[in-house]
């Protein structure tokens, strides 16, 4: 049992190794002590991660859990009305908030394992 003066446990959110390159899953965690729904995207060595939202009308990305729509150029396209967003900044590149960005988790790859970025969440 870890006593209470402790930082809580670092809880690896998903092992690089399950996503594929390019790839996107969605994974549940505490973010800033709430339940959230998280997309991570993997790039090579690194990974990126977004709140599962999207900024338009703040449905799901993901068209049932962990399945994403990807562009012809390889973003991710809001399964609900089609907004495309690049996989560097989380931007909308076309679609209806088009200009608007997913809201960035921070993330960091440890040890084969993605982890949120101590204390930080967007
Ligand atoms: S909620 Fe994503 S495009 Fe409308």
Redesign the pocket.
Known sequence: MTPLNQPPEVVPLVALAQIDDGGLVEVEALVAGAPESLVVHRAGADARAWLNV?P????RLDWAPGRFLRSKEGGLV?A????SFELVGGLCVA???RGESLRAVAVEVRDGQVLLAEGHAG
Do not use: D
């Not at 338009?56 to 449905?59: E, Q, S």
């Not at 609900?80 to 907004?83: C, K, L, M, P």
């Open positions: 999207c338009h009308a703040g449905r809001c609900a009305h089609g907004a679609g209806p908030c």
